[in-house]
């Protein structure tokens, strides 16, 4: 474990940097480029409203309703991002841990608020698993992910169970749940006094511009990162956009989506198997992490290689625990899997 992950290191380097320049985007997991028609039409009705300052009480309602739980274990955040600040300022942990490899904003957050956090670094050598009894006793917040990004680990809510116990607070980031079939493994069916888990709507209804996420847990810990909120920070787009999202239309698309990568993501593991580059499995997000040490010319030559080929794949580097040769790969349909691995193909016998 170390006291505090590679000072060198930018938490703040996200798969948007990659992009640009008429590249394949396989380097930002949002599954859509634009929201569905119906979702954009209640969008954009809700401009009809902007002259009014925003309300979050339905949206809340929704959400509630959809996960069976109670108004006041709800907190609608201006995405996923912004709930990893406001636990960071609302929270006064004396002992953070975070596991890595896994989306960097929780660890940048709680740094900002002046809190710098432990790492537990999971390996390769265990397939990026969770073993609970490696978790430090004395860590009173915990802050992992679930479906992990990058590595596409889903680990067993009986494993993330494991963390509780009286005095520490555990913080599951769910961002990418929705696209798990069923949303298997998720702690909101959890008993969840001492728990907050974080989800957002922006990976699968292409609302990364809008901003729109929440969180569901101890309604005592929910209460202090409402109390961190800035009046308003959810604005009345995406709070429309949230009630959405909660109804039986969404939930039977978001269904057919998490069904359609299943698909997709063995499609693309078979054509990165086949090239000898297995990915992390069993990889269950809509991403898969390679380690491409095996073929690489030199340090991160892959990707760079990749990228004058024309495909935007996420650097590995930025993510603590991670080196230079791993990288993240989009699930997209298999056409673009294909193409990908064409170019890979060349890559490695060039």
């Not at 902007?50 to 109670?70: F, K, M, Q």
């Not at 798990?180 to 990364?208: C, F, H, Q, Y």
Request: include cysteine; aromatic fraction near 4%; charge should be negative.
């Amino acid at each position: 474990m170390g006291s505090s992950g590679d000072p060198v290191i930018d938490l703040h380097h996200h798969g948007d940097r990659e992009t640009g320049g008429g590249l394949v985007d396989l380097a930002v997991n949002v599954r859509l480029p634009a929201p569905p028609e119906w979702l954009a039409a209640v969008i954009g009705e809700s401009i009809t409203t902007l002259g009014s300052y925003p309300r979050i009480d339905e949206a809340r309602t929704a959400i509630a309703v959809r996960h069976g739980v109670r108004e006041e274990q709800v907190l609608p955040t201006a995405g996923g991002a912004e709930a990893f600040t406001l636990l960071a300022r609302g929270l006064s942990p004396r002992h953070a841990l975070v596991v890595h490899p896994q989306f960097t904003e929780p660890d940048a957050a709680l740094r900002a608020a002046g809190v710098v956090p432990d790492h537990l670094v999971l390996t390769a050598r265990s397939d990026f698993t969770l073993d609970p009894a490696a978790v430090d006793d004395g860590a009173d917040l915990i802050i992992v992910g679930n479906p992990t990004n990058p590595t596409s680990v889903l680990h067993p809510v009986e494993t993330l169970a494991q963390l509780r116990r009286p005095g520490r607070i555990v913080v599951v980031d769910e961002a990418f749940l929705d696209a798990v079939p069923g949303e298997v493994d998720t702690m909101i069916n959890r008993e969840l006094s001492g728990v907050l888990v974080l989800r957002s709507l922006t990976k699968t209804w292409g609302l990364a511009g809008l901003r729109a996420g929440y969180v569901v847990g101890d309604p005592a810990l929910v209460r202090l990162l409402a109390a961190q909120q800035p009046p308003w920070s959810v604005s009345s787009p995406a709070a429309a956009a949230m009630v959405a999202c909660m109804g039986q239309q969404a939930q039977s698309e978001s269904t057919a989506a998490a069904l359609a990568y299943e698909t997709k993501r063995a499609h693309l593991i078979t054509r990165l198997v086949a090239l000898g580059l297995p990915p992390v499995t069993p990889a269950r997000a809509p991403f898969v992490l390679v380690d491409t040490s095996a073929v690489a010319r030199h340090p991160g030559s892959v990707r760079e290689e990749l990228r004058t080929a024309g495909f935007a794949v996420r650097r590995g580097d930025t993510f603590p625990g991670l080196g230079p040769d791993w990288i993240r790969i989009a699930v997209r349909d298999t056409s673009v899997s294909d193409a990908l691995a064409d170019a890979l193909a060349d890559v490695i016998n060039r």
